[in-house]
């Protein structure tokens, strides 16, 4: 069974950092187009950022600048460095993998809580 394992989460203050890394286990990791996902409290899950297999990165306007998504093919491994961090960009951070192939393979990780506050 696919797994998406994360790790990175807490709190940390205004302008300050943290980096995100969520490994794959039970897949072909290179053969996925690989998402950054976060919700905030009240609102929806957005799109943050994404990478895809043939090497595309894209950002959501609000984290463009600040954010930067990798991925590490041989380690299985996707990675979200962000910096600047405001209370705005407080919420659950999803990983997610997708691949279509005749039918849709979707998975999620679990989702770590990134806090910014003073």
């Known amino acids: 069974q696919v797994q998406l394992a994360e790790s990175g989460g807490g709190l940390v203050q205004p302008g300050g950092s943290l980096r995100l890394a969520c490994v794959g286990s039970?897949?072909?990791?290179?053969?996925?187009?690989l998402h950054w996902y976060r919700q905030a409290p009240g609102q929806q899950r957005e799109l943050g950022a994404r990478?895809?297999?043939?090497?595309?990165?894209s950002y959501v306007e609000s984290v463009k600048g600040r954010f930067t998504i990798s991925r590490d093919n041989a380690k299985n491994t996707l990675y979200l460095e962000m910096h600047s961090l405001t209370p705005e960009d407080t919420a659950v951070y999803y990983c997610?993998?997708?691949?279509?192939?005749?039918?849709?393979?979707?998975?999620w990780g679990q989702g770590p809580q990134v806090t910014v506050s003073s």
């Open positions: 997610n993998a997708n691949l279509l192939v005749g039918r849709l393979s979707d998975y």
């Open positions: 039970r897949m072909t990791f290179n053969m996925y187009d």
């Open positions: 990478f895809t297999e043939g090497g595309t990165t």
